[in-house]
């Protein structure tokens, strides 16, 4: 989310009566679950929150992970009364707010401006979810693997030694993420490990940072 929207939606909204915080979020705990009513704005203070698609045959994707100063829950803003396309769960321990659809209109109607940035946040938003469809259709899973690896490393501190970046993450979540199978994932992932890119534990995927990680991972939003 741009800067400027970070302010105004901090500055004008978090402090409202009706809004609340939601702290020591643990792993796999939903906000909202896909075909719920839309009614609240949730704002990533701190951890990861990944979006959920599910279709009618099981199918499952992940259409993007949020860290802090994210928005989830964006369907709200058509009044309040339509249906979250998604599940959101945490992907991690996280703290965010939760923004009610009153709040929101009613602050929108003192504060113009913030109407504007949300018009933008929804702009960059779609642009983003283009750029995956691209990323999905025409590249390689180890391309999108290293594409999403960096753009996770992101979004969390380093290790205590400062040498990586660990994701909380399984292979599985990954797959999910990068639209592949589990198996085509884990094979990727054990010769991305032996070239030195990242280490494999449970929950866990360490990302080390390389040229070749952020050189990929440009090439494939050029």
Known sequence: M????????????????????????????????????????????EGLIKLTRTNSTGGRLILSVYGPNDLVGEESLSGGNGRYHAEAEALSPSTVYKVPWPSI????????????AFLKHLLETKVSFADKVELLCLYDVETRILYYLEQLSKLVKPSDDETGYPLPITQMELADLVGATRETVSTSLNQLERRGFVKLSRRLLTVFPRPAVTETAASATA
């Open 105 to 116: 209109k009613r602050v929108i109607a003192a504060h113009p401006e913030l109407s504007a």
């Open 2 to 45: 741009h800067n400027e929207f970070t302010s105004l939606f901090k500055d004008l909204l978090l402090s409202q009566t009706d809004v609340s915080r939601l702290s020591a979020v643990r792993r796999s705990t939903a906000l909202f679950s896909q075909g719920d009513k839309a009614d609240a704005v949730y704002f990533i203070e």
